[in-house]
C-alpha cells in the first residue's frame, strides 16, 4: 500500500468526530503544538435559529412556520420522545444518521444521532455537572487531573448557575461558574418555598453551559425563549463555536463530509478507511481519538477488534416527563422566560440507592401542540383548558442512573451494530415510586403534578448513551486504560461517552469533556 | 398484478394483440377504447361506426345476426352494446347477437368478455334487468367472462351518471328517497381497467365477476355531484312509493326514459356484498375520489383543511394556512381527501372523535395525523395565537375560570355526540 499521505514534521494525531469531546480533545492538543485531523461526516452545522423574543413573534411573525415547522411534512405524532427531535432546523442533524453509521436499532429502542460539526451539542439542553469520586469510577484514580480538566473546560465554555443551595456539593461546578439566570414568577415561588421539602428531594438552580453575559462574540441570554429552536445569540454553548476556532488554528486539518467507515490495526499503525465525495481512501496514524459518539465509536471499536456477534451492555438514562400545576399562580399569563432548566432536583427514592436527577422548565419551551395531542379530551376543549393552565404550569423531566437500564449493543459479521433493549421490570416500578414521591414532594411546595401527565420517555430517547468500553483500572481487552487507550485495539483512544465508567443520573457531557481534555494532555505529554 | 398474458406494449411485438370491441362509441366503450390503445392494443371497434382510438371499423347492428368473419383475426372481444331502446324486438335481437357472439368467439379460441348490468337478475324488476340475465346465463355457458358493474361515474357524463348530473343541476330541491336505495359507484376509468384485465385471463371464462366500489346511498350521491357541480344540494325526504304513480303516468307520456320501472330497480337494486367477486388483482377506486378530477381534489383538501381547522378552533383560517396543509400532504405523497365536508356534517361532529382511543383504522389514524398537522399550522399563524395565549397583562382570573368551564362544557357535548360522530366516520364507504 503506498503511503500517499504528504510528509509531516510532527506524527499526526487523527481524531473522529467533531462533538464535544472532539473538539475538547483537539484544543488541548493544539494548545501544545500537535498537529491534529479531524474527520467529521457531516457538514459544518448552519444554525438557522430565529431571532427576536418567543412571545413577541408568536403574536406578530408571519414567518413563524419556517423555524417551527420547516417546509417540509413535519414528523408529527405522539412519540414519547423530546420535542427537541421534531424541530424543523435540526432534521439534517438527525435525518440519515442510523443509515449512516450502519446501525439497526430494534424495535425497543429509540436511537437518535447527530451528524454535523459539533455532534448533539448543537441540540442539547446545556446542562453540566461534575462527577464526586464515586460516580467516577475507576476516573477517581486521576481524580486531580478531572478537576484541572473540569476547570479548564468550564472556563472555555462559560457556565452560569452558581448558587448557595442544596445542590452545590452535587454540581461541583459553583467555582468555575457565573451566578445563577434569574427565575421566572412560577419558579420563584417553588423556589422560595423549598425549605418545606422533607429528606429525600433537593432542590437547586439549574447549572447550565449559557453565558449570562457577553464575552468573546457570543452575547448573553436575555431569556428570549427561543432555546428550543436554537440560540441566534451564542449564549448557549454548543462544539461548533470551538469548532470553528479549530479550522482557523494552523496546526488543525479539519475534513468535512469524511466518514470513518472502518478502522484497522496492523502492527505499527492504525489505519483509518474514510469515505468522501472523493471516493474512499485509507489514512496511517499512529494515535487515532474515536469521539464519534457512543454507538458510532463503539460500533468502530467492536469491528476493529474483531468481536462478531458479541453483545456489550449499553447505558442510558431512563426518564420520564411530567406536568406540575401551581393553583396559586392560575390565571396569570405567559411571561417571558428561558427555555432551559430553570431549577434542578434530585431525588433519593430509597437510602443508600443512586440517586434521580431531574429538571424544570417553563411550559413556554415547549410547542403548545405537544400538549394539546397529549391530552385526552377532544382538541376543541383542549385548547381553552390550556390556554387556561398552561401559564400555570411548569414542565418536568426526572432521569434515572444508567445502571438501571437494560440495552446492548454488538456487531454483526457484516459490521452493522445492532441495538437491541429489554424491558426492566425493576424499571416500571421505578417510575412508579418516582412519582409518587415527586407528588408528593412537589405538594408542599404548592404545586400539583397532574394525573396522568407523569409519561415515561420510550427507552433510548434521553440520548444519554454511554460506559459500552468503559475505562478500568485494569482493563480487559473490552474496557480502556486510564489513558484512554482500548486495550483491544492499540493506538486508538476512546475520549466519548463510550468510555466513561459509569453512567450516574446527572448531566454527563461536562464530564466527557473533561475526561476528552485529560486524555488529550495525557497525550500530548506523551508526544 | 398477475397477468396472464402481457399486454402487448410489453410483449414489444406490434400487430400481435387485437381487441374487438362492440358499442366503442358509448360511455364504458369510450374509455375502454382509450385505454387499451394506451397499453399497445390495437382496436377494432364492431358496431356502427369508427370510433377514435381503433385501428379499423367492421360493420355490425345488434338487431342482425353476426357473421362469424366478424370477430376474425381478433385476440379478445369485448360485447359493450345494448339496446336502449327497451322494446321486446330489440331484446329479443339483443339476445341472439350475444349468443352467436359468443358461438363464434368460442368456436375461434377467443375471449370473450359480456358487459352485464347489476340489476341483472332472473325476477329483475325491469326487462333490461331480465333481458341481461337471460344472455349471462347463455354466455356463461360457452364460457365468456361476465362482468357486472355497478354505478359508472366519472370522465365524460353520460347514461344514468349524465341523467342524475343534470338532474342535481336543474331541481332546485333534490328528493331524498325513503327508503334511501344504495347504490355501488365506480369510475368509468376503472371499469375500462377491468375490462381489459378479464381481456387477458381468459381462463376465468364462465365466471361473473363484478366491477364496483363500496355502497353509496343516493342521497350522498347527489350530494357529491352536486358538490362536483358546484351547486348547494338541499333535500326534501320523499317516499319511493309515493313516486311510482306520478312516474307511471309520466311513463306512459314520455316513454321508456322515465318510467317507475327504472325506479323500481333502483330501489331493489341487488346488493353487491364485500366478499362479491372482483376481477384478480383490480380493485376500484375509493369514493369519493373516484369520481374527482384533479381540480377538484385540490379544493377537497382545501375544503377538508377548512373543516378541520374550525373543528379545531372554531374560526376561521386564512388561505395561506389551507394552502400549506395541501402543500404539506403533497410533500407526503399521500394527498387524497379523507372526506367531503358533508360526509361528516358540522366540524364539531369532528371535533368529537375521540384522539386518543386505540385504533388500527388506517383512515382514523390517517384522520388523527391530519389533526395534528393542523393543529402545528394553526399555532405558527400570528392571527390566530390569541387562541392559544393570553395577551400580556395582570393576571385574571375569571377569564381563566370561564376557560375551564368552557373546557368542560365542550368536552361534555363532544362526547356526547361520539358515538353519532364515530358512526358517521365509519359510515363513508
Not at chain 1, 373 to 383: D, I
Request: charged fraction near 15%.
Amino acid at each position: 500500500m503506498i503511503n500517499l499521505q504528504p510528509p509531516s514534521p510532527q506524527p499526526r494525531v487523527v481524531i473522529v468526530g467533531t462533538g464535544p469531546a472532539g473538539t475538547s480533545a483537539a484544543l488541548a492538543l493544539l494548545e501544545r503544538g500537535v498537529r491534529v485531523h479531524l474527520l467529521e461526516s457531516g457538514a459544518a452545522f448552519a444554525s438557522e435559529a430565529p431571532q427576536g423574543s418567543l412571545l413577541d413573534l408568536r403574536f406578530t411573525s408571519t414567518q413563524q412556520w419556517r423555524w417551527q415547522l420547516g417546509p417540509a411534512a413535519p414528523s408529527v405524532g405522539a412519540g414519547n420522545v423530546s420535542p427537541k427531535l421534531r424541530v424543523p432546523a435540526f432534521r439534517t442533524l438527525f435525518d440519515g444518521y442510523a443509515q449512516l453509521n450502519q446501525i439497526d436499532a430494534g424495535a425497543g429502542f429509540h436511537l437518535t444521532g447527530a451528524i454535523a460539526g459539533g455532534g448533539l451539542s448543537n441540540a442539547w439542553g446545556c446542562g453540566v455537572a461534575s462527577f464526586d469520586p464515586d460516580e467516577l469510577g475507576a476516573l477517581a484514580d486521576v481524580a486531580a487531573e478531572m478537576r484541572q480538566s473540569y476547570r479548564r473546560v468550564s472556563q472555555r465554555i462559560g457556565l452560569s448557575g452558581a448558587s448557595d443551595d442544596a445542590l452545590r456539593d452535587y454540581f461541583g461546578l459553583d467555582q468555575h461558574s457565573a451566578p445563577a439566570l434569574p427565575l421566572d414568577r412560577l419558579h420563584t415561588q417553588l423556589w422560595e418555598r423549598r425549605t418545606r421539602l422533607r429528606a429525600g428531594l433537593d432542590l437547586g438552580r439549574a447549572r447550565l453551559a449559557v453565558r449570562a453575559q457577553a464575552s468573546a462574540g457570543r452575547q448573553g441570554c436575555n431569556q428570549c425563549g427561543l432555546c428550543l429552536w436554537g440560540c441566534a445569540r451564542g449564549a448557549m454553548w454548543s462544539a461548533a463555536m470551538d469548532l470553528a476556532a479549530i479550522c482557523a488554528h494552523p496546526l488543525a486539518t479539519v475534513e468535512f463530509g469524511a466518514h470513518v467507515t472502518e478502522l484497522e490495526h496492523t502492527g505499527d499503525a492504525t489505519l483509518v478507511h474514510v469515505q468522501s465525495a472523493h471516493g474512499t481512501r485509507i489514512i496511517r496514524a499512529q494515535k487515532v481519538l474515536l469521539a464519534a459518539g457512543t454507538i458510532a465509536s463503539t460500533r468502530l471499536a467492536l469491528a476493529g477488534m474483531k468481536l462478531v456477534n458479541q453483545p456489550i451492555r449499553l447505558q442510558s438514562n431512563p426518564m420520564a416527563a411530567f406536568l406540575l400545576f401551581l393553583p396559586r399562580q392560575f390565571g396569570s399569563t405567559r411571561e417571558a422566560a428561558s427555555g432551559l432548566a430553570q431549577l434542578s432536583f434530585r431525588l433519593r427514592l430509597q437510602p443508600g440507592a443512586e440517586p434521580c436527577f431531574g429538571n424544570l422548565f417553563s411550559t413556554g419551551a415547549v410547542p403548545m401542540h405537544e400538549f394539546i395531542t397529549r391530552m385526552p379530551l377532544s382538541g376543541r376543549a383542549a385548547l381553552p383548558l390550556l390556554r387556561s393552565l398552561l401559564p400555570a404550569c411548569i414542565v418536568g423531566n426526572v432521569f434515572f442512573a444508567g445502571a438501571r437500564s437494560a440495552h446492548e449493543i454488538s456487531v454483526n459479521a457484516a459490521g452493522r451494530a445492532q441495538i437491541s433493549s429489554r424491558q426492566e421490570p425493576s424499571m416500571r416500578e421505578g417510575f412508579q415510586q418516582a412519582h409518587a414521591a415527586l407528588s408528593r414532594q412537589f405538594r408542599r411546595l404548592g404545586a400539583w403534578l397532574l394525573p396522568g401527565s407523569f409519561v415515561p420517555g420510550a427507552p433510548g430517547a434521553d440520548l444519554h448513551y454511554a460506559s459500552t468500553l468503559p475505562i478500568a483500572r485494569h482493563p480487559s481487552s473490552r474496557e480502556c486504560s486510564l489513558a484512554g487507550q482500548l486495550q483491544g485495539l492499540p493506538g486508538v483512544y476512546l475520549l466519548d461517552g463510550a468510555s466513561l465508567p459509569r453512567l450516574p443520573a446527572k448531566a454527563h457531557t461536562l464530564t466527557i469533556m473533561a475526561n476528552a481534555d485529560r486524555i488529550a494532555r495525557g497525550l500530548a505529554v506523551d508526544n | 398484478m398477475q397477468r396472464t398474458r402481457q399486454s402487448p406494449a410489453a410483449q414489444g411485438n406490434s400487430g400481435l394483440n387485437r381487441l374487438g370491441l362492440t358499442g366503442a362509441s358509448g360511455y364504458i366503450g369510450q374509455a375502454l377504447c382509450r385505454l387499451a390503445a394506451s397499453h399497445g392494443w390495437q382496436v377494432v371497434a364492431l358496431g356502427r361506426g369508427a370510433v377514435q382510438g381503433c385501428i379499423e371499423w367492421r360493420p355490425a347492428d345488434l338487431r342482425k345476426v353476426p357473421e362469424r368473419a366478424l370477430l376474425a383475426g381478433l385476440d379478445t372481444v369485448v360485447h359493450l352494446a345494448a339496446n336502449t331502446q327497451g322494446d321486446h324486438m330489440g331484446a329479443d335481437a339483443e339476445y341472439q347477437f350475444a349468443v352467436a357472439l359468443a358461438r363464434h368467439a368460442q368456436a375461434q379460441g377467443q375471449c370473450l368478455v359480456y358487459c352485464s348490468s347489476q340489476s341483472a337478475d332472473k325476477n329483475a324488476p325491469s326487462a333490461y334487468g331480465r333481458s341481461k340475465f337471460a344472455i349471462e346465463t347463455a354466455l356463461l355457458s360457452a364460457n365468456a367472462i361476465v362482468i357486472r358493474p355497478g354505478m359508472v361515474l366519472g370522465g365524460q357524463p353520460g347514461g344514468l351518471f349524465g341523467a342524475l348530473l343534470g338532474l342535481v343541476r336543474q331541481l332546485p330541491i333534490l328528493p331524498d328517497l325513503r327508503p334511501r336505495p344504495m347504490l355501488w359507484p365506480v369510475h368509468v376509468d376503472s371499469v375500462a381497467e377491468a375490462f381489459l384485465s378479464a381481456a387477458m385471463q381468459p381462463e376465468l371464462g364462465g365466471q361473473i365477476f363484478y366491477a364496483a366500489g363500496g355502497a353509496v346511498s343516493f342521497k350522498e350521491l347527489l350530494q357529491a355531484l352536486a358538490w362536483r357541480a358546484r351547486v348547494s344540494a338541499r333535500f326534501a325526504p320523499v317516499p319511493l312509493l309515493a313516486l311510482r304513480l306520478p312516474l307511471r303516468v309520466a311513463g306512459r307520456f314520455f316513454g321508456a326514459r322515465c318510467s317507475a320501472e327504472r325506479l323500481d330497480s333502483l330501489a331493489r337494486l341487488p346488493i353487491i356484498s364485500a366478499q362479491a367477486q372482483r376481477i384478480p388483482g383490480w380493485s376500484p377506486g375509493t369514493w369519493p375520489q373516484a369520481v374527482l378530477r384533479r381540480r377538484e381534489s385540490n379544493r377537497a383538501l382545501l375544503e377538508e383543511a377548512a373543516h378541520l381547522c374550525q373543528a379545531a378552533i372554531g374560526a376561521r383560517a386564512p388561505l395561506s394556512l389551507l394552502r400549506r396543509y395541501v402543500q404539506h400532504l403533497r410533500v407526503r405523497d399521500n394527498a387524497h381527501a379523507l372526506y367531503l365536508p358533508w360526509q361528516l356534517g358540522s366540524p364539531l361532529m369532528l371535533a368529537s372523535l375521540d384522539p386518543m382511543s386505540p385504533t388500527r383504522d388506517p383512515a382514523l389514524l390517517e384522520l388523527r395525523w391530519r389533526q395534528h398537522l393542523m393543529w402545528r399550522l394553526i399555532e405558527v399563524e400570528p392571527t390566530l395565537t390569541d387562541a392559544f395565549l393570553y395577551p400580556a397583562g395582570p393576571p385574571q382570573r375569571l377569564r381563566a375560570v370561564r376557560d375551564v368551564l368552557r373546557a368542560g362544557w365542550r368536552e361534555l357535548s363532544a362526547r356526547l355526540r361520539r358515538p353519532f360522530a364515530v358512526r358517521r366516520f365509519r359510515s363513508r364507504p
